[in-house]
């Protein structure tokens, strides 16, 4: 096996312990360019798995990285390794891939074109583009959330922060024919993005650049936002805080998600200090997706 080669380090863990481990893990390996999963591996078990990939050659820091971390919080997990077929297991998972139902919006890949009904408002994502299908749980609840605070206040522009393959500002687009600002700080995942706007007819309605949180001139001149859209993390959400503050304006709504249930008080207090103020809670996979609103101007 060479460095190069492909593999996922994964420990098993009841949900209390996968839940401090993530928390703990996550800014460590964010730093590192390393992005942790974690689901339940058979519903209603309370039992989670707990994933990073890497190459082999990062294995033994890697193993070192997640050993010293749950001794800290007296958890003892196994490390497991998976030595990953040397393809495109990207493409292969999300090949996959049923589509997601979310209200009317049904989130497919190209073979799946044929299961979008006449009702539907169908948002198609090739697979291999691994920057969120719509499989997750907080993409899902980001939909369901917009769909919510859409149908009672329409807005005037809308500001996708971490927008990924852009699923949210395509659903924007087309069900709502809003223009939107979608952001992402990777330059591939832009990338993605716009080819996704252009595939979904809505390349006229979503402007996709590349930010690194606020600091694009563009979400300036566009601002300030009635909407505003952020399927990230909570550690840079809450770092953010005072930035989308500053973007959304009185009265405006705000949708925030990639929020573990256990981070949830910690968020909303963040942005209650910055005069934002919780509306609503929707709890999906050990996930929430929030909504919160600006006080109006006096």
Same mark, same amino acid.
Request: glycine residues 6%; charged residues 25%.
């Given at each position: 096996m060479n460095d190069a080669q492909q593999i996922r380090l994964f420990a098993t863990l009841p949900r209390d312990d996968s839940d401090a481990l993530f928390v703990a893990l996550d800014p460590v390996l964010e730093e590192a360019g390393h992005a942790l999963s974690v689901f339940e591996t058979h519903e209603d078990s309370g039992i989670f798995e707990l994933s990073v990939y890497a190459a082999a050659g990062e294995r033994e820091n890697l193993t070192?990285?997640?050993?010293?971390?749950? @001794?800290? #919080?007296?958890?003892?997990?196994?490390?497991? $390794?998976e030595i990953l077929p040397d393809e495109d297991w990207v493409t292969k998972s999300l090949e996959g891939l049923q589509p997601v139902r979310v209200g009317r919006f049904i989130?497919?890949?190209?073979?799946?074109?044929?299961?979008?009904?006449?009702?539907?408002i169908g948002i198609e994502i090739e697979a291999g583009q691994a920057f969120g299908t719509g499989h997750h749980g907080t993409t899902a609840g980001c939909l369901d959330m917009m769909s919510r605070?859409?149908?009672?206040?329409?807005?005037? @522009?809308? #500001?996708?922060?971490?927008?990924?393959?852009? $699923?949210l500002a395509i659903a924007?687009?087309?069900?709502?024919?809003?223009?939107?600002?979608?952001?992402?700080?990777d330059p591939i995942a832009v990338d993605v993005a716009r080819r996704n706007a252009a595939l979904n007819d809505v390349?006229?309605?979503v402007d996709c650049r590349v930010?690194?949180?606020?600091a694009h001139a563009r979400?300036?001149?566009?601002?300030?936002?009635?909407?505003?859209?952020?399927?990230?993390?909570?550690?840079?959400l809450m770092k953010m805080a005072p930035h989308f503050a500053v973007h959304l304006a009185p009265g405006g709504d705000m949708i925030l998600s990639g929020i573990l249930a256990t981070q949830r008080h910690k968020v909303l207090a963040a942005f209650r200090q910055q005069g934002l103020y919780h509306q609503r809670t929707l709890w999906r996979e050990g996930w929430v997706t929030l909504h919160l609103r600006a006080k109006t101007g006096s």
């Open positions: 070192d990285i997640l050993q010293k971390t749950a @001794q800290s #919080l007296a958890i003892n997990p196994t490390i497991q $390794v989130v497919h890949g190209s073979h799946d074109r044929d299961r979008v009904r006449l009702s539907d605070v859409i149908r009672r206040r329409r807005p005037r @522009q809308m #500001l996708d922060v971490g927008t990924g393959s852009a $699923v924007a687009g087309k069900a709502w024919k809003l223009s939107v600002l979608a952001t992402d700080i390349a006229q309605l930010a690194a949180g606020f979400i300036r001149e566009k601002g300030p936002y009635d909407l505003i859209v952020a399927n990230i993390l909570a550690r840079p």
